[in-house]
């Protein structure tokens, strides 16, 4: 029996160490963390939880960039981050300012050679002729003065359908043209010294005012053969000479009616 007491006192005093120890070492481990319970939840959800970011374009101006600075507007200079623009006046197909010069065609100088021939341009300048040499300036006196006005008319027709028609003929030879263009400057002196040139330059081409030498030539082709086969015999080649002369300084008179009063291109 005392066996049995003192076996049971040391088992006792065995558990009685060993439930000390436990609630010793109970007492050093940390308490254990719960889990979390994750739930699923939208992806709109998640993505609200997210810090939002924004793109921007960078094709698109900020408007700090579109807006310059008071500064700047002063300064007459953007600032450097500032978009640059470029103002587009007019469609890429649009006509331009000044249309380029064009060499006339063949049909064209033929329109234009009748229009020097039939046109008001000879008829004018022969009614005046005639009326000079009739009323101002009788010649050549042997033709009188009435039936002499008609013969002095239709000799001025004459001389200027051969003068236009060698003028238009060497002008195609020598690839000139020798149309009148008005001039696109202002100013009464600076017309008037174009009409002038206009009397002895032609355009070549490329549309370059050139030496015209079928402008200088040409006033005294009609005259030429008109006093030494129509008028009286007293009357040469230095009557032509003369006569030709005025009609190249008539040819200066009718551009600057052109020029200024007859709105005429050609």
Known sequence: ?????????????????????????????????????????????????????????????????????????????????????????GSPTGAPASTAYVFPTDREMGAYWVRNVLGSKAFIGATVNASWNTWVHLTPDEWGHRRGWGKRFGVSLLDNSMNESARVLLSLAMNQDPMYYRCDCSGAWARTKHAIKMSFMSRNHSGDSVFAPPKIVAPFVGPLVTRNTIYPSRFDSSNAASSGAYYLVGSVGWNIVREFIWNMRK
């Open 1 to 89: 029996m005392r066996i049995l007491a003192v076996l049971s006192c040391l088992v006792a005093c065995c558990l009685f160490s060993s439930s000390l120890s436990f609630a010793q070492t109970s007492r050093q481990l940390p308490l254990a963390v719960p889990e979390e319970t994750v739930e699923l939840q939208p992806l709109t959800l998640i993505d609200s939880r997210l810090p939002t970011t924004t793109t921007v374009d960078d094709t698109q101006p900020s408007a700090d960039s579109t807006q310059p600075s008071a500064d700047s507007q002063a300064n007459g200079k953007g600032s450097g981050s500032a978009t640059k623009r470029t103002k587009v006046t």
